[in-house]
C-alpha cells in the first residue's frame, strides 16, 4: 500500500529506463551492455538449476502421496504449489511479455528472475516433501547441499563489484557527505545531477534572487539526524535557508512552531525557507504519513490472521489424536 501510493510523489518512470526493463531481463536476453549480459547470464542460470530441482522434487512428492495413499488435501496442496511453480517459471521466460506489459505495475518487478524468490517456495515444499517420504531420502538430502553450495560457492567467487564499496560509502556517510541516490526515487521535479556533491548543511542566501553576496548569519544546528532537523538561524536581515534535504511530504517542516511549506529551485527538489531578520527555531520531521499507517494496520492484520489460522490448525490436530 504505501508503495503503491508513495509513486505519486517520485519519479517512478527512471525505474524502468535502460537496462531494468522487463524485456531486457527475460533469461539468458542480452543487450549492448557487457556487464549486464553477465549478471543476466549468472541470474539465469540459477533460475534454470532452481526450476530442474524443483521438478525433480515435485516428480519425488507426488510418488510419495501415492505410495502412502495420504489424504485429498495433500493431493491438492501438490496440485496448488505445481500451479505456483508453473507461474513462476512462465513469467521468467520472453513469451510471458504479454502479461508483463498489460498487467498493472507487474512491469515494476524490472527483472522476471525476481520470480525465483516465488518459485523457492514450492521447491522447499517438494524436497521437503521427497526427503521426508521418499525411500531415496538421503540421496535428495545429499543433492541439495551439493547443489547449494555448489551455487553459493560460485555467486561469491563469481561477484565481480568492487569490495571497498562499503567502506568508501560507510566513510563517506561518517564525513557527512551523503551518498548520491537513485533517479526513481528522486522527489517530483528533482534532478540529482544538479545537487551539488558536497553541500552543507545549511545554506545562507540573499532573500531575492539578485545576485548579490551572501548575508550574514549565525547558523546553530541542535540536532541533524536522519529523521530530525533542528537549527536556529540569527540574521539581521531577511535571508533564504537551503537545506541540505530533499523535500518529500512525508517531511513536516516548521518556522518557530508553525507549519511551513519550504520552496524549491526550479531543477531540484532542495529545501528553501525564506525567513524574516532574528532569530528563526527550524525543524524538520520525517513524519508517518497515512498511508504506511494503513500498510502497518493491513501487516498486523495479516499477522493476527495466520496466528489464529495456525491456532485452528493445532485444536483441529489435537482434537484427531488420540
Given at each position: 500500500?504505501?508503495a503503491a ?5 517520485v519519479n517512478?518512470?527512471q ?6 526493463q522487463p524485456s ?24 534454470v538449476l532452481?526450476m530442474v530441482?524443483?521438478?525433480?522434487g ?11 495413499r ?16 508453473a507461474?513462476?517459471t ?8 504479454f502479461f508483463?506489459?498489460?498487467l498493472?505495475k ?16 514450492p521447491?522447499?515444499?517438494f524436497?521437503?516433501a521427497?526427503m ?6 538421503w540421496i535428495?538430502a545429499v543433492?541439495?547441499?551439493f547443489?547449494?553450495?555448489?551455487t553459493a ?8 563489484w ?22 526513481e526515487y ?14 552543507p ?9 539578485a545576485?548579490?553576496s ?5 547558523i ?12 536556529r ?8 535557508v ?16 508553525k ?7 526550479e ?5 528553501i ?6 532569530t ?16 502497518i ?10 496466528l ?6 493445532g ?8
Open positions: 500500500m504505501p501510493y508513495e509513486q505519486r510523489w517512478i518512470a525505474a524502468l529506463s535502460s537496462g531494468l531486457e531481463n527475460f533469461l539468458y536476453t542480452t543487450i549492448n551492455d557487457p556487464e549486464h549480459n553477465v549478471f543476466n547470464w549468472i541470474a539465469s542460470s540459477v533460475a532452481l530441482m524443483t521438478g525433480l515435485a516428480i519425488a512428492a507426488h510418488r510419495g502421496t501415492h505410495e502412502e495420504e489424504d485429498q488435501s495433500a493431493r491438492k496442496l501438490w496440485r496448488v504449489l505445481l500451479v505456483v511453480s507461474v513462476a512462465v513469467l521468467m521466460i520472453r513469451p510471458s511479455s508483463w506489459a498489460h498493472p507487474l512491469r515494476f518487478v524490472q527483472f522476471p528472475w525476481r520470480w525465483m524468490a516465488i518459485l523457492a517456495v521447491y522447499g515444499c524436497l521437503g521427497a521426508a517420504r521418499g525411500r531415496l531420502r535428495w543433492m541439495v547441499i547443489v547449494s553450495a555448489g560457492t560460485f555467486l561469491v567467487r563469481q561477484a565481480w568492487d569490495s571497498e564499496d562499503i567502506p568508501v560509502l560507510r566513510e563517506a556517510l561518517l564525513n557527512d557527505q551523503g551518498f548520491e541516490g537513485t533517479d528522486d522527489p517530483l521535479g528533482d534532478d540529482h545531477t544538479n545537487l551539488p556533491e558536497k553541500a548543511r545549511v545554506q545562507i542566501l540573499p532573500a531575492e534572487d545576485g548579490s551572501s548575508p550574514k548569519a549565525e546553530r544546528i541542535a540536532r541533524w539526524t536522519a529523521e530530525e532537523k533542528e537549527l538561524v540569527v540574521s539581521a536581515e531577511p535571508v533564504r537551503v537545506l541540505r534535504l530533499l523535500n518529500y511530504p512525508a517531511w513536516r517542516v516548521e518556522l518557530n512552531g507549519a511551513l511549506t519550504p520552496r524549491r529551485p531543477s531540484s527538489g532542495q529545501m525557507l525564506s525567513l524574516t531578520a532574528g528563526q527555531r527550524i525543524t524538520a520531521e520525517l513524519v508517518r504519513t497515512p498511508d504506511r499507517k494503513l500498510g494496520a493491513i501487516s498486523w492484520a495479516a499477522v493476527l490472521t495466520l489464529a489460522l495456525l491456532n485452528a490448525g485444536v483441529r490436530l489435537l482434537s484427531a489424536s488420540p
